[in-house]
């Protein structure tokens, strides 16, 4: 099962971009679906997620900038990142956890896409 993330880009500080994610068969209503997203030399980090239910969590970086949501009828878990800065350039994924409790720990998640690449540059 592999899901698809997209929507990444060139993008200018202080400017906006929003990531899709999505299965063509795999509904994603019943699970925990997060974002992550890795840097050059680091290790890769939670930003954000959203349960079944709704709830939203927050990596704290990215908290009043960063907006996760669903659209269940499009089977698409979106991120909606605003005021965005060069910190936030990384390759995102997205994830699906199968787990009953939300987190930002990427060893919890059980299904992986394949990335899409913000870079935040002037």
């Known amino acids: 099962v592999q899901l698809q993330a997209s929507g990444g880009g060139l993008v200018q500080p202080g400017g906006s971009l929003r990531l899709s994610c999505a299965h063509s068969?795999?509904?994603?209503?019943?699970?925990?679906i997060g974002w992550f997203r890795q840097a050059p030399g680091k290790e890769r980090e939670g930003v954000s997620c959203i349960d079944s239910n709704g709830r939203t969590f927050y990596e704290h970086s990215v908290k009043g900038r960063f907006t996760i949501s669903r659209d269940n009828a499009k089977n698409t878990v979106y991120l909606q990142m605003n005021s965005l800065n060069t910190e936030d350039t990384a390759i995102y994924y997205c994830?699906?956890?199968?787990?009953?409790?939300?987190?930002?720990?990427?060893?919890?998640?059980?299904?992986w896409g394949q990335g899409t690449e913000v870079t935040v540059s002037s």
């Open positions: 994830a699906a956890s199968t787990k009953v409790i939300a987190t930002l720990l990427p060893e919890m998640y059980d299904y």
């Open positions: 068969r795999f509904t994603l209503d019943y699970y925990i």
